[in-house]
Protein backbone atom coordinates (compact mmCIF):
# COMPACT_ATOMS: atom_id res chain seq x y z
CA UNK A 1 0.00 0.00 0.00
CA UNK A 2 1.15 3.54 -0.88
CA UNK A 3 1.50 6.60 1.31
CA UNK A 4 -0.77 8.17 -1.11
CA UNK A 5 -3.19 5.66 0.33
CA UNK A 6 -2.81 6.53 4.11
CA UNK A 7 -5.81 8.37 4.84
CA UNK A 8 -9.41 9.33 3.66
CA UNK A 9 -11.78 11.51 4.65
CA UNK A 10 -15.94 10.93 4.98
CA UNK A 11 -17.55 13.66 5.23
CA UNK A 12 -21.71 13.36 6.32
CA UNK A 13 -21.91 16.54 8.19
CA UNK A 14 -25.75 17.07 7.15
CA UNK A 15 -29.06 15.47 8.28
CA UNK A 16 -29.81 13.60 11.39
CA UNK A 17 -27.85 11.01 13.79
CA UNK A 18 -29.24 8.54 11.57
CA UNK A 19 -27.83 9.68 8.37
CA UNK A 20 -24.65 10.25 10.07
CA UNK A 21 -24.39 6.85 11.55
CA UNK A 22 -25.53 4.92 8.22
CA UNK A 23 -22.98 7.01 6.69
CA UNK A 24 -20.34 5.22 8.77
CA UNK A 25 -20.53 2.21 6.43
CA UNK A 26 -19.16 4.00 3.39
CA UNK A 27 -15.77 4.19 6.04
CA UNK A 28 -16.15 0.59 6.57
CA UNK A 29 -15.80 0.31 2.85
CA UNK A 30 -12.70 2.49 2.77
CA UNK A 31 -10.79 0.89 4.73
CA UNK A 32 -10.38 -2.10 2.18
CA UNK A 33 -8.03 0.89 0.58
CA UNK A 34 -6.68 3.22 3.12
CA UNK A 35 -5.00 3.08 6.53
CA UNK A 36 -6.97 5.63 8.33
CA UNK A 37 -10.18 7.03 7.99
CA UNK A 38 -11.75 9.94 9.71
CA UNK A 39 -14.92 11.60 9.69
CA UNK A 40 -16.17 15.48 9.11
CA UNK A 41 -19.88 15.91 10.80
CA UNK A 42 -21.76 18.17 12.38
CA UNK A 43 -20.78 19.14 16.23
CA UNK A 44 -23.88 17.90 17.44
CA UNK A 45 -23.00 14.51 15.45
CA UNK A 46 -19.54 14.30 16.66
CA UNK A 47 -20.61 12.25 19.78
CA UNK A 48 -22.11 9.48 17.79
CA UNK A 49 -19.49 8.92 15.47
CA UNK A 50 -16.44 8.89 17.71
CA UNK A 51 -18.40 5.80 18.88
CA UNK A 52 -18.45 4.08 15.80
CA UNK A 53 -15.42 1.79 15.75
CA UNK A 54 -15.06 1.82 11.47
CA UNK A 55 -13.47 5.52 11.64
CA UNK A 56 -10.10 6.34 13.52
CA UNK A 57 -11.32 10.59 14.12
CA UNK A 58 -13.75 12.37 14.35
CA UNK A 59 -13.47 16.20 12.90
CA UNK A 60 -16.20 18.53 13.80
CA UNK A 61 -17.41 20.94 11.21
CA UNK A 62 -18.15 24.51 13.18
CA UNK A 63 -19.69 25.75 9.77
CA UNK A 64 -16.67 28.36 9.36
CA UNK A 65 -15.55 29.91 5.84
CA UNK A 66 -14.90 27.80 3.58
CA UNK A 67 -11.31 28.72 3.14
CA UNK A 68 -10.50 28.17 6.93
CA UNK A 69 -12.22 24.86 7.24
CA UNK A 70 -9.86 23.91 4.09
CA UNK A 71 -6.82 25.10 6.24
CA UNK A 72 -7.53 22.72 8.96
CA UNK A 73 -8.16 19.83 6.25
CA UNK A 74 -5.22 20.43 4.43
CA UNK A 75 -2.58 20.16 7.66
CA UNK A 76 -4.16 16.29 7.79
CA UNK A 77 -2.94 15.82 4.20
CA UNK A 78 -5.94 13.43 3.43
CA UNK A 79 -5.16 11.06 0.10
CA UNK A 80 -9.28 11.06 -0.96
CA UNK A 81 -12.25 12.87 0.40
CA UNK A 82 -15.57 11.23 0.09
CA UNK A 83 -18.76 13.90 0.47
CA UNK A 84 -21.79 11.91 0.96
CA UNK A 85 -23.86 15.18 2.00
CA UNK A 86 -22.81 18.13 0.39
CA UNK A 87 -23.00 21.65 0.23
CA UNK A 88 -21.38 24.53 -2.07
CA UNK A 89 -19.13 25.22 0.61
CA UNK A 90 -18.44 22.22 1.59
CA UNK A 91 -17.61 20.87 -1.93
CA UNK A 92 -15.22 24.26 -1.91
CA UNK A 93 -13.72 23.58 1.18
CA UNK A 94 -12.63 19.89 -0.37
CA UNK A 95 -11.37 21.13 -2.95
CA UNK A 96 -9.69 24.36 -1.92
CA UNK A 97 -7.96 21.54 0.65
CA UNK A 98 -6.14 20.19 -2.23
CA UNK A 99 -7.14 16.76 -1.35
CA UNK A 100 -6.04 14.49 -4.61
CA UNK A 101 -9.06 12.75 -5.51
CA UNK A 102 -12.77 14.15 -4.28
CA UNK A 103 -15.99 11.75 -4.48
CA UNK A 104 -19.13 13.99 -4.86
CA UNK A 105 -22.74 14.18 -6.06
CA UNK A 106 -23.27 14.85 -9.82
CA UNK A 107 -25.77 17.38 -11.39
CA UNK A 108 -24.53 19.96 -8.69
CA UNK A 109 -23.44 23.86 -10.06
CA UNK A 110 -20.75 22.50 -7.68
CA UNK A 111 -20.24 19.48 -8.87
CA UNK A 112 -16.72 20.29 -11.24
CA UNK A 113 -14.82 20.17 -7.81
CA UNK A 114 -14.99 16.66 -7.37
CA UNK A 115 -12.92 14.45 -9.45
CA UNK A 116 -15.31 11.64 -9.42
CA UNK A 117 -19.41 12.35 -9.53
CA UNK A 118 -21.74 10.34 -8.72
CA UNK A 119 -25.45 9.75 -9.78
CA UNK A 120 -27.73 9.22 -6.51
CA UNK A 121 -30.04 7.01 -7.01
CA UNK A 122 -32.67 8.27 -5.47
CA UNK A 123 -32.91 10.82 -7.46
CA UNK A 124 -33.91 8.98 -10.54
CA UNK A 125 -37.05 7.84 -8.41
CA UNK A 126 -35.31 4.43 -6.69
CA UNK A 127 -37.53 4.15 -3.27
CA UNK A 128 -36.67 0.58 -2.38
CA UNK A 129 -32.84 0.57 -1.91
CA UNK A 130 -31.62 1.07 1.55
CA UNK A 131 -29.91 4.57 2.02
CA UNK A 132 -26.41 2.82 2.92
CA UNK A 133 -26.31 0.93 -0.40
CA UNK A 134 -26.70 4.21 -2.00
CA UNK A 135 -23.98 5.86 -0.08
CA UNK A 136 -21.62 2.95 -0.95
CA UNK A 137 -22.26 3.98 -4.89
CA UNK A 138 -19.75 6.49 -3.18
CA UNK A 139 -16.79 4.58 -2.34
CA UNK A 140 -17.25 2.05 -5.55
CA UNK A 141 -16.03 4.79 -7.60
CA UNK A 142 -12.59 4.23 -5.67
CA UNK A 143 -13.35 0.22 -6.31
CA UNK A 144 -14.42 0.07 -2.34
CA UNK A 145 -17.02 -1.92 -1.36
CA UNK A 146 -18.52 -4.12 1.57
CA UNK A 147 -20.89 -6.81 1.89
CA UNK A 148 -21.45 -5.87 5.93
CA UNK A 149 -23.74 -2.92 5.67
CA UNK A 150 -25.10 -2.48 9.84
CA UNK A 151 -23.91 0.35 11.36
CA UNK A 152 -21.87 -0.52 14.21
CA UNK A 153 -21.95 1.75 17.85
CA UNK A 154 -20.13 0.93 20.82
CA UNK A 155 -20.86 2.41 23.82
CA UNK A 156 -17.95 3.69 26.26
CA UNK A 157 -17.44 2.50 29.43
CA UNK A 158 -18.10 5.90 30.97
CA UNK A 159 -21.21 5.48 28.73
CA UNK A 160 -21.55 2.33 30.49
CA UNK A 161 -21.98 3.86 34.03
CA UNK A 162 -23.91 6.37 33.10
CA UNK A 163 -26.99 4.01 31.32
CA UNK A 164 -26.49 1.72 34.71
CA UNK A 165 -26.63 5.49 36.59
CA UNK A 166 -30.06 6.19 34.92
CA UNK A 167 -31.38 2.35 35.97
CA UNK A 168 -30.26 2.40 39.10
CA UNK A 169 -32.10 5.56 39.37
CA UNK A 170 -35.48 4.18 38.19
CA UNK A 171 -35.45 0.77 39.70
CA UNK A 172 -34.72 -1.12 36.55
CA UNK A 173 -32.56 -4.29 35.77
CA UNK A 174 -30.26 -4.85 32.62
CA UNK A 175 -32.84 -7.05 30.26
CA UNK A 176 -36.10 -6.21 32.32
CA UNK A 177 -37.46 -3.26 30.65
CA UNK A 178 -38.61 -2.39 27.47
CA UNK A 179 -38.06 0.67 25.69
CA UNK A 180 -40.41 2.94 23.79
CA UNK A 181 -39.58 6.34 22.02
CA UNK A 182 -42.16 8.10 20.22
CA UNK A 183 -40.79 11.32 19.19
CA UNK A 184 -38.82 12.73 16.50
CA UNK A 185 -37.16 15.82 15.89
CA UNK A 186 -40.47 17.55 14.36
CA UNK A 187 -42.63 16.87 17.71
CA UNK A 188 -41.96 19.22 19.87
CA UNK A 189 -41.30 22.63 17.66
CA UNK A 190 -44.92 21.88 16.35
CA UNK A 191 -46.59 21.51 19.51
CA UNK A 192 -49.59 19.55 18.48
CA UNK A 193 -48.03 15.69 18.17
CA UNK A 194 -50.42 13.40 19.83
CA UNK A 195 -49.96 11.05 22.73
CA UNK A 196 -53.26 9.14 22.83
CA UNK A 197 -51.97 6.55 20.52
CA UNK A 198 -48.42 6.11 22.25
CA UNK A 199 -50.46 6.05 25.79
CA UNK A 200 -52.42 2.71 24.23
CA UNK A 201 -49.26 1.31 22.84
CA UNK A 202 -47.38 1.75 26.23
CA UNK A 203 -50.31 -0.12 28.23
CA UNK A 204 -50.48 -2.92 25.69
CA UNK A 205 -46.87 -3.64 25.79
CA UNK A 206 -46.62 -3.83 29.83
CA UNK A 207 -49.29 -5.88 29.47
CA UNK A 208 -47.84 -8.21 26.83
CA UNK A 209 -44.24 -8.33 28.45
CA UNK A 210 -45.01 -7.38 32.09
CA UNK A 211 -42.00 -5.52 32.58
CA UNK A 212 -41.58 -1.72 33.29
CA UNK A 213 -42.29 0.55 30.51
CA UNK A 214 -39.27 3.08 29.53
CA UNK A 215 -40.32 6.07 27.46
CA UNK A 216 -37.22 7.69 26.21
CA UNK A 217 -36.81 11.25 24.07
CA UNK A 218 -34.64 14.28 24.44
CA UNK A 219 -35.18 17.02 26.79
CA UNK A 220 -37.04 18.89 24.41
CA UNK A 221 -39.05 16.06 24.09
CA UNK A 222 -39.91 16.28 28.10
CA UNK A 223 -43.46 17.15 28.11
CA UNK A 224 -44.45 15.10 25.21
CA UNK A 225 -42.87 12.07 27.19
CA UNK A 226 -44.13 12.88 30.25
CA UNK A 227 -47.23 13.04 29.33
CA UNK A 228 -47.48 9.94 27.78
CA UNK A 229 -45.46 7.86 30.50
CA UNK A 230 -47.51 10.15 33.10
CA UNK A 231 -50.63 8.43 31.57
CA UNK A 232 -49.42 5.05 31.10
CA UNK A 233 -48.25 4.87 34.14
CA UNK A 234 -44.48 3.98 32.77
CA UNK A 235 -40.68 5.96 33.45
CA UNK A 236 -39.66 8.80 31.76
CA UNK A 237 -36.12 9.00 30.72
CA UNK A 238 -36.67 12.77 28.72
CA UNK A 239 -33.02 14.38 28.31
CA UNK A 240 -31.29 11.78 30.85
CA UNK A 241 -29.30 9.92 28.59
CA UNK A 242 -26.43 11.35 26.13
CA UNK A 243 -26.13 9.43 22.89
CA UNK A 244 -23.46 7.11 23.60
CA UNK A 245 -24.95 6.64 27.49
CA UNK A 246 -28.61 5.95 25.48
CA UNK A 247 -26.94 3.65 23.16
CA UNK A 248 -25.44 1.63 26.51
CA UNK A 249 -29.04 1.57 27.96
CA UNK A 250 -31.50 0.32 24.69
CA UNK A 251 -28.56 -2.81 24.92
CA UNK A 252 -29.85 -3.79 27.91
CA UNK A 253 -33.26 -3.10 26.95
CA UNK A 254 -35.47 -6.36 25.89
CA UNK A 255 -36.67 -4.67 22.87
CA UNK A 256 -36.86 -1.07 21.66
CA UNK A 257 -39.95 0.62 19.64
CA UNK A 258 -40.21 3.57 18.58
CA UNK A 259 -40.65 6.41 15.81
CA UNK A 260 -38.34 6.53 12.81
CA UNK A 261 -35.70 8.82 14.31
CA UNK A 262 -31.89 8.36 15.05
CA UNK A 263 -32.46 6.39 18.31
CA UNK A 264 -34.32 3.82 16.06
CA UNK A 265 -30.56 3.14 14.13
CA UNK A 266 -28.88 3.18 17.30
CA UNK A 267 -30.82 0.82 19.39
CA UNK A 268 -30.71 -1.63 16.04
CA UNK A 269 -26.64 -0.81 16.02
CA UNK A 270 -26.33 -2.26 19.27
CA UNK A 271 -27.99 -5.58 18.90
CA UNK A 272 -31.34 -4.84 20.75
CA UNK A 273 -34.64 -5.86 18.67
CA UNK A 274 -35.89 -3.03 17.00
CA UNK A 275 -38.96 -2.20 15.88
CA UNK A 276 -39.00 0.88 13.49
CA UNK A 277 -43.07 2.57 13.14
CA UNK A 278 -42.80 4.55 9.88
CA UNK A 279 -46.17 6.15 10.77
CA UNK A 280 -46.53 8.76 7.30
CA UNK A 281 -47.63 7.60 4.35
CA UNK A 282 -44.64 9.83 3.08
CA UNK A 283 -41.96 7.61 4.60
CA UNK A 284 -40.29 5.46 2.55
CA UNK A 285 -38.87 2.72 5.06
CA UNK A 286 -37.17 0.74 2.54
CA UNK A 287 -34.85 3.57 2.08
CA UNK A 288 -34.42 3.80 5.64
CA UNK A 289 -35.41 0.82 7.43
CA UNK A 290 -33.49 -0.57 10.81
CA UNK A 291 -30.36 -2.42 10.09
CA UNK A 292 -29.33 -4.98 12.98
CA UNK A 293 -29.20 -8.64 13.57
CA UNK A 294 -32.60 -8.11 14.85
CA UNK A 295 -35.02 -5.52 13.13
CA UNK A 296 -38.90 -5.13 11.89
CA UNK A 297 -40.89 -2.32 10.18
CA UNK A 298 -44.34 -1.23 10.96
CA UNK A 299 -45.41 1.08 7.38
CA UNK A 300 -48.04 3.29 7.21
CA UNK A 301 -51.47 2.61 7.78
CA UNK A 302 -53.57 5.47 8.12
CA UNK A 303 -55.11 7.24 5.06
CA UNK A 304 -52.85 10.43 5.37
CA UNK A 305 -54.19 13.41 2.92
CA UNK A 306 -52.05 14.35 -0.03
CA UNK A 307 -48.64 16.39 0.61
CA UNK A 308 -48.95 15.53 4.14
CA UNK A 309 -45.24 15.05 5.57
CA UNK A 310 -44.18 14.99 9.07
CA UNK A 311 -42.82 18.61 8.50
CA UNK A 312 -46.02 19.83 7.56
CA UNK A 313 -48.83 17.74 8.64
CA UNK A 314 -51.67 20.02 10.18
CA UNK A 315 -52.80 17.24 13.12
CA UNK A 316 -51.01 14.23 13.12
CA UNK A 317 -53.76 11.86 12.52
CA UNK A 318 -51.37 9.17 11.58
CA UNK A 319 -49.93 9.65 15.15
CA UNK A 320 -53.27 9.97 17.03
CA UNK A 321 -54.65 6.74 15.04
CA UNK A 322 -51.04 4.97 15.49
CA UNK A 323 -52.08 1.14 14.73
CA UNK A 324 -51.65 -0.53 18.24
CA UNK A 325 -52.08 -3.99 16.66
CA UNK A 326 -50.16 -3.83 14.03
CA UNK A 327 -46.89 -2.79 16.65
CA UNK A 328 -47.80 -5.42 18.86
CA UNK A 329 -48.09 -8.00 16.46
CA UNK A 330 -44.04 -6.89 14.73
CA UNK A 331 -42.81 -6.71 18.23
CA UNK A 332 -44.05 -10.66 19.17
CA UNK A 333 -42.76 -11.85 16.01
CA UNK A 334 -39.96 -10.32 16.20
CA UNK A 335 -39.01 -11.08 20.13
CA UNK A 336 -40.16 -14.78 19.85
CA UNK A 337 -37.51 -15.09 16.56
CA UNK A 338 -34.79 -13.13 18.80
CA UNK A 339 -35.55 -16.03 21.78
CA UNK A 340 -34.80 -18.69 19.52
CA UNK A 341 -31.60 -17.25 18.44
CA UNK A 342 -29.98 -16.17 21.86
CA UNK A 343 -27.43 -18.46 23.09
Same mark, same amino acid.
Given at each position: ??????? #?? +?? $????????? +???? &??????????????????????????????? @????? @????????? #????????????????????? #??????????????????????????????????? @?????????? +???????????????????????? *??? !??? %?????????????????????????? =??????????????????????? %??????? #?? =? &??? /????????? &???? +? *? =???????????????? /??????? %? !??? &??????? =??????? %???????????????????? $??????????????????? @???????????? $?????????
Amino acid at each position: MSGADER #AL +LC $CAGGGIGDS +LLAS &VVARALRGRFRRVDALTLPHHRAALTRVPDL @DDVVA @DEGEPPHVL #AARLRERTYAAAVVTWATARV #ARAIHAAEIPIRVGQARRLYSWRFTHRVRVRSEDG @DVTTHWTQIL +LDYARALGCDTRDTTPRFEPTAAD *EAA !ARA %VRERHGLEAGGFVVVHPTNAIAPRRG =IWPVEGWIALVRALATDWGLPVV %VSGTGED #AA =I &VGA /ISGAAGAIS &VAGE +L *E =IGAFGAFVRDARCFVG /ITTGTMH %V !AAA &VGTPTVG =IFPFQSD %VPDRWAPLGPRTAVVRASYP $CRPGDTKERCRDYACIAHL @DVERVRSAVRAL $CAVAAEVRP
